[in-house]
């Protein structure tokens, strides 16, 4: 699986926005479908978004039109700018690809708190 480390979160107000970065220096990372998942207080983890190599993109119900996925394979690096955030988007954020999530072998996440 991709070794990647997540950055970008953050306190912010309901209403209010935030990207998160999922870097790695892995080549392969520019190959593999990256996907963002996040886990809440007393909640499973979830999964957020996703992304191919191609850009193909896939959401959750509950972000579809505030969260936008995309990636720089330049950069090796994965995005998720979130907007309209909610109180409910308050989680812990991780990103993985298909192998890592099945081994469940997780980074140490950025929490995300938004406040009404």
């Known amino acids: 699986q991709v070794q990647a480390v997540e950055s970008g979160g953050g306190l912010v107000q309901a209403g209010g926005s935030l990207r998160l970065s999922c870097s790695s220096s892995?080549?392969?990372?520019?190959?593999?479908?990256i996907t963002w998942y996040r886990q809440g207080p007393g909640n499973q983890r979830e999964l957020v978004a996703s992304i191919t190599s191609g850009g193909n993109t896939n959401y959750a119900e509950s972000v579809k039109g505030r969260f936008t996925i995309s990636r720089d394979s330049d950069k090796n690096t994965v995005y998720l700018q979130m907007s309209s955030l909610k109180p409910d988007d308050t989680a812990v954020y991780y990103c993985n690809d298909i192998y890592g999530a099945t081994l469940d072998i997780w980074g140490q996440g950025t929490q995300v708190t938004v406040s009404s």
């Open positions: 892995e080549s392969i990372f520019k190959i593999n479908t």
